[in-house]
């Protein structure tokens, strides 16, 4: 395919979609394109394999929903046309949802197909040759074993959140999946971060493609970040202080263990709160109720493992909670992406104990800027985090801001300022900068995380695809 720049758009107008997507797109109130909206649309429009790398929360759903409905609508063929995978159940049923809001002037039929529930409804909707399947691998591979799924005419393939599924173990699957697809194809892969075997399996799979990054390791600048030094027998007790300030309004309190986030959660609700649980032990119909429950302010409070941290859909949350501080950097990321969300303020509050101090390090040099460090009155700590020795907490009501991973810094290549605020340049995907710290941890499906370590940017590619990089992130690191 020939090279051709593309120049973001300002306005959904610029595209001239189909006017049944039009439509939808004017009546979902999507007014102005989201950033990762605006770079990959017109691209992917044009046929380009695109490479996102942006996080749940920016538009992604949609910057790949609207220029695969315009190619359905281009002309009627026997489905299914678009495949989609996803992580997670909740992941896929919300990509499910965006497609049908966008679709709902038109005859294209989505469907989901995802364990945990009877596969039955899932065989008889196949039968009827949906548009769009937006399936979780295990699933899907099952029923492509037993005969039930033919992938012979998907003509789009997108891989949501391809850095969670390396982790969850899903990456073979995948591969496997991808032999029963036609090799010509369009592909679309979003992902968060860029594990060196997203980078090999993006590689592989995309033709020159075209290349976003939105800000990836980048939190929402509207989400404030703060780290409370607190004794772990005093955690519940400062999270109760939190609940009752003025400000508070609904939270997620993500909890390192199924057990805890489910005493945790009946212990609040004793207190008088409206909170729910939200863990892998509960079953799929106790998770969905937990999570509508949630979305429709039915409860205030959701106990989250980080089952809950991915592609949860949820605007109006005020405080995101690290009870637990997350295992793997990443998780950060993830878990406070559900805060300050769709350009709205939200708080991310983590509790840390001495024992933390190497992944706040590597939380902050993830994401590329210091945490302020807050103690609450009455709960002051003085600790020596182990292994970084550095000083963490102070006095009463002090506000120190400090950092762990401040001089890590600069000493990070893709930290560099930059003077123009987008660029176009060629590079191979397997150029991509890797976000990741220098310790990560890799958790396998049905297995405990195991730590794994990641190299460096690759320094070599010979592909040569279109990027476009927001130095916006790298401004902001350098505050
Ligand atoms: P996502 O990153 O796909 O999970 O999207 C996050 C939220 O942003 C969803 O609630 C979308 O409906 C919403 N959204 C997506 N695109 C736009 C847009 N251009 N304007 C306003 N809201 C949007």
């Known amino acids: 395919m020939s090279r051709t720049t593309f120049t973001p758009i300002t306005d959904f107008t610029e595209l001239d979609l189909s006017p049944p997507l039009a439509k939808a797109i004017v009546k979902a109130q999507y007014t102005t394109p989201r950033p990762i909206q605006a770079e990959t649309i017109a691209p992917a429009l044009a046929g380009h394999d695109v490479l996102g790398l942006a996080q749940t929360g920016t538009g992604k759903t949609a910057a790949f929903a609207i220029p695969t409905i315009e190619h359905l609508l281009a002309h009627q063929k026997k489905g299914p046309r678009v495949l989609v995978i996803g992580p997670t159940r909740e992941l896929v049923t919300q990509i499910d949802q965006e497609f049908r809001k966008l679709t709902a002037r038109t005859k294209i039929c989505t469907m989901t197909i995802y364990g945990g529930v009877s596969e039955k409804p899932q065989i008889q909707k196949l039968e009827r040759h949906p548009d769009v399947v937006c399936a979780c691998p295990g699933r899907l591979l099952d029923l492509l074993g037993r005969g039930f ?70 939190p929402a600048k509207t989400i404030k970040h703060t780290l409370y030094p607190v004794r772990e027998k005093r955690k519940i007790e400062m999270l109760r202080h939190f609940l009752r300030q003025d400000d ?71 405080h995101v909670i690290n009870l637990d501080i997350p295992n793997v950097a990443e998780t950060y990321t993830h878990r406070i992406g559900r805060t300050g969300r769709s350009e709205q303020e939200g708080k991310a509050y983590t509790f840390i104990t001495e024992d933390d101090g190497e992944m706040i390090a590597a939380i902050e040099k993830m994401i590329g800027m210091p945490l302020e460090i807050k103690s609450v009155p009455g709960f002051e700590e003085v600790f020596i985090p182990k292994k970084t020795g550095r000083a963490r907490g102070g006095g009463r009501g002090s506000n120190a801001k400090t950092s762990a991973g401040g001089s890590r810094q600069s000493r990070s290549g893709r930290r560099k300022p930059t003077s123009s605020r987008t660029r176009n340049t060629h590079s191979g995907a397997n150029q991509q900068s890797d976000s990741s710290p220098g310790r990560r941890r890799r958790k396998r499906k049905n297995t405990d995380a195991r730590q794994r370590s990641n190299s460096g940017p690759s320094a070599s590619g010979s592909s040569r695809p279109h990027r476009r990089r927001r130095s916006s992130a790298r401004k902001s690191t350098q505050q």
């Open 149 to 218: 799924v033919d992938l012979s005419r998907i003509e789009t393939l997108i891989l949501d959140e391809a850095d969670h599924m390396f982790d969850m173990g899903f990456l073979p699957d995948i591969r496997r999946i991808i032999q029963h697809l036609p090799e010509k194809r369009q592909n679309l892969l979003f992902a968060a971060t860029m594990p060196k075997e997203i980078r090999k399996l993006a590689t592989q799979i995309l033709t020159d493609p075209f290349i976003s990054e939105i800000d990836h390791t980048m």
């Open 248 to 318: 508070f309004d609904s939270a997620i309190v993500f909890t390192r263990t199924k057990r805890r986030a489910r005493q945790l959660a009946q212990k609040l609700e004793k207190d008088g709160h409206r909170a729910v649980a939200l863990q892998g032990n509960m079953s799929q119909n106790q998770r969905d109720r937990a999570m509508d429950g949630f979305r429709k302010r039915n409860y205030d409070i959701l106990v989250a493992t980080d089952v809950a941290a991915r592609g949860i859909d949820v605007l109006s949350v005020s």
